[in-house]
């Protein structure tokens, strides 16, 4: 991969995208593995990691301990964001503009999404690309450092 720690990418990973990491590994381990390295900014809000939680607790039944450790994991490898304005963007999943809330505010470069329905069919969202997670590790592959 041509990135770097000189300029890490800025990226807003969806809570699925979290989800598929922390179960199933495959690309989305590997974005989570080059935020770990410093070489990908991963910027989160209080909205993401409330919804990664909750998908934890409610599709996976795990345990407050479990969903702890794993949400203090997640706080150690990215960079915390407010977003200052709501987006009422998505109709039909309002989670979603929590995710386009936190690329803007943030000025992400990516949104790293597997949600075939609402994000990913919108390409780019302000300038910011939405993309696979697979899309997306091809991508900064091709960006110079």
């Keep these: 991969m041509n990135i770097g720690k000189k300029n890490p990418v800025k990226v807003v990973v969806d809570t699925n995208v979290y989800i598929s990491a922390i ?6 381990e590997k974005i989570r593995r080059l935020s770990k390295e410093g ?13 990664v939680a909750e998908v ?3 599709k996976f039944n795990w345990e ?4 702890s450790q794993t949400i203090d994991e ?5 960079t915390l964001v407010i977003p200052r304005q709501t987006l ?3 109709k039909k999943d309002d989670n979603d ?3 386009l809330e936190c690329a803007v505010e943030g000025k992400a470069q990516y949104i790293v999404s597997g949600d075939k329905h609402h994000l990913l069919p919108l390409k780019e969202y302000q300038g910011i690309r939405i993309l696979t997670p697979a899309q997306f590790l091809e991508a900064i592959s091709l960006e110079p450092d």
């Design 23 to 28: 179960l199933f590994g495959g690309n989305p």
């Design 39 to 51: 070489r990908v900014e991963l910027l989160i809000s209080e909205a993401i990691i409330a919804e």
């Design 64 to 67: 407050n301990w479990q969903i």
């Design 74 to 78: 997640i706080r150690e490898i990215a």
């Design 88 to 90: 009422f963007i998505i």
């Design 97 to 99: 503009n929590r995710i």
């Design 56 to 58: 934890l607790r409610r």
